[in-house]
């Protein structure tokens, strides 16, 4: 534990508000826009006449951006920049990559090192990788922002990639002991608060023997 908080320091030096695993927070900016927080994400801004500009250092976060007359509100992400106005949208930064989602208006995408310029609008999504900008995809937003209202919701998905995203909102340890479910379809909508039941019902559902012990979950 203390070399996890050591080797994070910098960023919790950085950042102006930070959650836990399992915590959402709302924020307003100094110009009106909502934040929405999610589960383990550092996040900073500043915002004057002069500048406006956040930095999301990891997690996720749903922006409500107002109309501004003035300078666009920039957000960074790793190498990534979002520029935008009158915008909702998410991004999501985490292990290097970069995601971006758009529910309303536009959004303006720059990466350091690469000269493309790239216009999301609302509907659309994008990852940004180390490679570069992937291209962009429709939205699914009923699963894709499920989050922001609470859920999380899949449709035909492999069971290791469900129990990656609980792992975001779980403070321990999800662990699958048995390979043959990893590619089992999960179809299901739950709430993002209470990602211990969603695991009992996943372990119902397929069948599984599930081990429950202080923060460690096994499925068998």
Same mark, same amino acid.
């Given at each position: 534990?203390?070399?996890?908080?050591?080797?994070?320091?910098?960023?919790?030096?950085?950042?102006?508000?930070?959650?836990?695993?399992?915590?959402?927070?709302?924020?307003?900016?100094?110009?009106?826009?909502?934040?929405?927080?999610?589960?383990?994400?550092?996040?900073?801004?500043?915002?004057?006449?002069?500048?406006?500009?956040?930095?999301?250092?990891?997690?996720?976060?749903?922006?409500?951006?107002?109309?501004?007359?003035?300078?666009?509100?920039?957000?960074?992400?790793?190498?990534?920049?979002?520029?935008?106005?009158?915008?909702?949208?998410?991004?999501?930064?985490?292990?290097?990559?970069?995601? %971006? +989602?758009?529910?309303?208006?536009?959004?303006?995408? &720059?990466?350091?090192?690469?000269? $493309? =310029? !790239?216009? *999301?609008?609302?509907?659309?999504?994008?990852?940004?990788?180390?490679?570069?900008?992937?291209?962009?995809?429709?939205?699914?937003?009923?699963?894709?922002?499920?989050?922001?209202?609470?859920?999380?919701?899949?449709?035909?998905?492999?069971?290791?990639?469900?129990?990656?995203?609980?792992?975001?909102?779980?403070?321990?340890?999800?662990?699958?002991?048995?390979?043959?479910?990893?590619?089992?379809?999960?179809?299901?909508?739950?709430?993002?608060?209470?990602?211990?039941?969603? %695991? +009992?019902?996943?372990?119902?559902?397929?069948?599984? &023997?599930?081990?429950?012990?202080? $923060? =460690? !979950?096994? *499925?068998?």
């Amino acid at each position: 534990l203390g070399l996890f908080s050591f080797s994070n320091l910098p960023m919790r030096l950085q950042a102006d508000h930070l959650t836990v695993v399992g915590e959402r927070q709302r924020l307003q900016l100094e110009d009106g826009s909502q934040v929405l927080l999610n589960t383990n994400s550092a996040f900073s801004s500043t915002i004057n006449d002069q500048k406006r500009v956040a930095r999301l250092y990891q997690g996720e976060a749903f922006f409500d951006v107002q109309p501004h007359r003035g300078l666009p509100l920039e957000i960074d992400a790793g190498r990534v920049t979002a520029s935008v106005r009158d915008t909702a949208f998410a991004v999501r930064y985490l292990d290097g990559v970069t995601q %971006v +989602r758009v529910q309303r208006g536009d959004v303006d995408l &720059r990466a350091s090192g690469d000269n $493309a =310029l !790239v216009r *999301l609008t609302a509907g659309e999504s994008i990852r940004i990788g180390p490679n570069g900008f992937d291209r962009p995809a429709k939205l699914d937003a009923a699963t894709d922002l499920a989050w922001v209202q609470g859920r999380l919701v899949f449709e035909n998905c492999p069971l290791s990639q469900v129990l990656a995203e609980l792992r975001r909102y779980y403070p321990g340890w999800i662990i699958n002991n048995n390979e043959q479910l990893a590619d089992v379809a999960v179809t299901g909508n739950y709430r993002l608060d209470q990602p211990l039941d969603v %695991v +009992r019902s996943l372990a119902h559902i397929t069948s599984a &023997r599930l081990q429950e012990f202080p $923060a =460690l !979950v096994i *499925l068998n």
